[in-house]
């Protein structure tokens, strides 16, 4: 018997907002990439804009997405594979900005970086649905993955493109209100390529000591959004006092 998803909107909602956080918050750390004035800065630029990118805007959103989803059944998740994903997320999202943001500008650079961060996403993805523990199979249509797989790798080139061209607040707003649309389609393409069966009940081995909680989501968004906003204030802090040294 096949299981049916629906959604919470509550945290649909939740997860479009933090994605644009994030988004938004990579965006402006991005900017000191090819601003730093050594190697350690541009590094610490690099995995801040990664970590605001990967951690921030996709792998939160995406497993408060995945919280918003009802599979028709009890569900907890896999403390090691759920933090997994985070790590992959977080580093691929630094690898994509650290090739894109090496020397001049380049096509073939940000479609390297892009390639490779969109695969990074994707893999989190998966990896995420694989922490999944419930009394079920779950069986992929893999056409829909393929797509949702494309879908990575082209928000991917344009999440680096705006990284590495905008300045602006009022841009970097309006990019990361694309952006969020971008990293949710992923998802919720992916999650269309779900197909999961009803296995009897039987539950995989960890399920008992998987995460689990009503207010998981609504926890989950709420631990990032201060964080992001303490990284925002950080980093705006930061650059007026460059800026008055400048002065």
């Known amino acids: 018997m096949a299981a049916h998803q629906s959604y919470s909107w509550m ?32 590094t610490a630029a690099i995995l801040a804009a990664g970590a605001a990118m990967g951690v921030g ?16 059944m009890p569900v907890t998740y896999d403390l090691a594979r759920t933090s997994l994903s985070a790590v992959l997320a977080f580093g691929a999202c630094s690898l994509g900005l650290a090739i894109a943001g090496s020397g001049g500008f380049s096509w073939s650079k940000l479609v390297a970086g892009g390639v490779c961060m969109g695969l990074g996403v994707a893999g989190m993805h998966y990896l995420g649905m694989t922490a999944v523990l419930m009394g079920a199979f779950i069986t992929y249509d893999v056409s829909i993955v393929a797509l949702s797989v494309l879908i990575a790798i082209v928000a991917s080139i344009a999440a680096l493109w705006l990284a590495f061209n905008l300045r602006g607040m009022a841009q970097m707003a309006g990019s990361a209100l694309v952006m969020g649309v971008a990293v949710c389609g992923m998802h919720y393409t992916g999650m269309a390529a779900v197909n999961i069966e009803d296995n009897g009940g039987q539950l995989p081995a960890g399920y008992a000591d998987g995460l689990r909680g009503e207010n998981l989501g609504v926890s989950i968004f709420a631990v990032v959004l201060v964080l992001l906003v303490v990284v925002l204030v950080l980093n705006h802090m930061r650059q007026r006092r460059r800026e008055a040294i400048t002065i």
């Open 11 to 42: 945290l649909i909602a939740l997860s479009y907002l933090i994605s644009i956080l994030g988004s938004y918050t990579a965006l402006q750390l991005a900017v000191g990439i090819p601003l730093a004035q050594s190697s350690r800065q541009r």
């Open 57 to 72: 805007a996709i792998w939160a959103m995406h497993f408060i997405a995945m919280l918003a989803c009802d599979m028709g």
